[in-house]
């Protein structure tokens, strides 16, 4: 598979101030920085125009949004009050949810011990996505974008 040059990822993944990035938005760049590398994933971004926030349980100065629009992301210090998603849980949950396939792969995850933690997790309200019956449609863009590229 051909991947798309850093320099065209790092264009598409902006900031509030790279040196004050608390510890959870360094990895959502990082991972938005590796999925970039697959030009059908820059087809989908430039799709998407929604802010979803991430909200770590007990960290709230880990707190950002993702900001989805013209072509790009941007990730704010912070959960936005206009975000359609918010992602509430513990950090490595939330780093856990991240990394979860999406369609029929998403099945063969939730069978596996990580995947059940993320459902047990879900029934319990330790880790609640807040907009998805209000933004659908936006949610199924942010779950096939986040999803591990196949291959």
Not at 69 to 79: D, F, I, Q, T, Y
Request: proline share 7%.
């Amino acid at each position: 598979m051909e991947t798309v040059p850093f320099e065209a990822r790092w264009s598409k993944v902006g900031t509030d101030d790279a040196g004050a990035l608390p510890l959870l938005a360094r990895f959502f760049r990082a991972m938005l920085l590796n999925l970039l590398k697959d030009p059908c994933k820059l087809g989908l971004l430039e799709k998407m125009d929604m802010a979803v926030g991430v909200d770590p349980t007990g960290h709230p100065d880990q707190a950002l949004t993702l900001v989805f629009r013209g072509g790009m992301v941007r990730l704010e210090n912070g959960v936005s009050p206009h975000a359609h998603l918010v992602l509430r849980g513990e950090p490595a949950a939330l780093m856990k949810l991240a990394r979860m396939p999406a369609g029929p792969e998403a099945l063969l995850f939730l069978a596996s011990y990580e995947g059940r933690d993320i459902a047990r997790r879900m029934l319990t309200r330790e880790l609640a996505v807040r907009g998805m019956v209000r933004h659908p449609l936006r949610m199924l863009r942010f779950s096939r974008f986040m999803a591990p590229s196949g291959g």
